[in-house]
């Protein structure tokens, strides 16, 4: 009788205990976030990678800017998205006649795709529709202002004269510009006198 009571005690604690330390684990499991995302790379801020990249910006179906970059880096998780265009770096800007206006060529850029925002720097160069060139190791473009604008060294050379400044803000097709602290030679008429 004693062997009987004994089987039945352990297949009565048998049948509570172990589904109840089964239930328990199973409700103690949870997801580390942390952890699902070290498996799907979701968080280690990986960016895209490639190389000999060209990217063309229109709007109403008319190229507004073609850019090419020999490496292309977008990195979407940073605290500020942005995109890096480096190595030999030119951007076409062109007209509503989908003819080039200016080209811009530099070694490294920084795009802020939310802010729209972008640094360009590194042997800056611009040739406008003019023939006019800018020279600089870093020019700056605002989406907020729309405005291109530096505080290095610039040399502006056009037809006539060669400017050099410490500084510059200048519009989205640079038919407009200000040298903050110009100097340089001016081309004056014979008997006329700057102002």
Same mark, same amino acid.
């Not at 509570?16 to 995302?37: A, Q, T």
């Not at 604008?149 to 037809?159: G, H, L, S």
């Given at each position: 009788m004693i062997n009987i009571v004994?089987?039945?005690?352990?297949?009565?604690?048998?049948?509570?205990?172990?589904?109840?330390?089964?239930?328990?684990?199973?409700? =103690?499991?949870?997801?580390?976030?942390?952890?699902?995302?070290a498996l799907t790379g979701k968080g280690n801020k990986q960016a895209d990678h490639a190389e000999d990249v060209t990217v063309i910006y229109s709007k109403d179906g008319k190229i507004n800017m073609r850019i090419f970059a020999k490496d292309f880096v977008r990195n979407e998780y940073a605290r500020r998205p942005y995109i890096d265009m480096n190595n030999q770096l030119k951007v076409e800007f062109y007209n509503d006649s989908g003819i080039v206006q200016d080209v811009l060529t530099a070694d490294s850029s920084r795009y802020y795709e939310v802010q729209g925002d972008m640094i360009i720097w590194d042997s800056v160069?611009?040739?406008?529709?003019?023939?006019?060139?800018?020279?600089?190791?870093?020019?700056?473009? =605002?989406? =907020?202002?729309?405005?291109?604008?530096?505080?290095?060294?610039?040399?502006?050379?056009?037809?006539?004269?060669?400017?050099?400044g410490n500084g510059m803000e200048a519009n989205s097709d640079f038919t407009w510009y200000q040298i903050t602290h110009p100097k340089g030679t001016v081309a004056v008429n014979k008997g006329e006198v700057p102002q």
């Open positions: 004994r089987k039945y005690f352990f297949k009565t604690i048998t049948r509570i205990i172990i589904p109840g330390v089964l239930f328990f684990n199973i409700l =103690s499991c949870k997801n580390d976030p942390n952890e699902i995302r160069h611009i040739i406008t529709k003019k023939g006019e060139q800018l020279n600089t190791e870093e020019l700056i473009w =605002s989406a =907020s202002i729309q405005k291109f604008f530096t505080e290095k060294p610039v040399r502006i050379t056009t037809a006539t004269e060669i400017l050099y």
